[in-house]
């Protein structure tokens, strides 16, 4: 089974400073990770993924996120916060040996204010 | 825009009835899933469908059925309708069904809202 906990319903961080939402998972194989965003009344946005390789992924946006096996985590980052930036966001995992369907965590809702 | 499309946006009907939401993939795309965004359960993973042939299935109730069309579209379809059946229901797609460069791309949702 897998699975993904977002310890965090809601981050607040002032525009300019750096911004982390947190997601940690559960998987019995090797994992794929992904981050989403949704705005308000829209779909979900693909951010980043990590496959292999480099444990610090760079995605859409300027946000990034640094995969971490020994504490099963996967953090979403992003330098400076934009105002624009506030929506709520996705950590998802998929199981590279056993499963093709995404599971989500509950969601961060990232404010991020003036 | 992810050039996966959702039809209708928004659907209002009554308990008891049943209803089709209907997906188109992104140009290339052979595998379709849909999910469920609800506020009490969050983002589950219903079905998905690669090519024409059912390839997954999660949490989805057996008054729930859907198909992936030759064009590769899909339908899901909701009969005998709950009040608990109101979410947003999601479709996406990728180029393969589950490998290493599968990245999922959403469509922009259909709510329901069950009356």
């Known amino acids: 089974a897998q699975s993904v906990a977002q310890p965090e319903d809601q981050v607040n961080v002032a525009e300019g400073n750096p911004l982390t939402v947190k997601c940690t998972y559960s998987v019995s194989g090797n994992p794929y990770l992904f981050w989403y965003v949704q705005y308000p009344n829209r779909g979900l946005q693909f951010l980043l993924k990590y496959i292999t390789g480099d444990n610090l992924v760079k995605g859409s946006y300027g946000f990034e996120a640094e995969f971490n096996k020994s504490q099963t985590s996967f953090h979403l980052k992003k330098p400076s916060a934009l105002v624009s930036d506030s929506a709520l966001y996705f950590c998802?995992?998929?199981?590279?040996?056993?499963?093709?369907?995404?599971?989500f965590g509950s969601g961060t809702q990232l404010t991020v204010l003036p | 825009d992810s050039g996966v499309t959702q039809t209708p946006k928004h659907l209002i009907t009554a308990t008891g009835q049943r209803v089709t939401l209907r997906c188109s993939p992104r140009s290339g795309d052979l595998s379709v899933y849909w999910y469920q965004q609800s506020l009490d359960q969050g983002l589950q993973f219903l079905i998905q469908y690669y090519n024409g042939e059912e390839r997954a299935k999660g949490n989805i109730l057996e008054r729930f059925s859907a198909q992936q069309f030759p064009d590769l579209h899909s339908e899901l379809n909701l009969s005998s309708l709950e009040l608990g059946d109101s979410a947003l229901y999601f479709c996406?797609?990728?180029?393969?069904?589950?490998?290493?460069?599968?990245?999922?791309?959403f469509g922009p949702g259909t709510r329901l809202t069950v009356l």
């Open positions: 996406a797609s990728s180029v393969t069904s589950g490998g290493a460069i599968d990245t999922q791309y």
């Open positions: 998802a995992v998929r199981d590279q040996g056993s499963a093709r369907q995404l599971t």
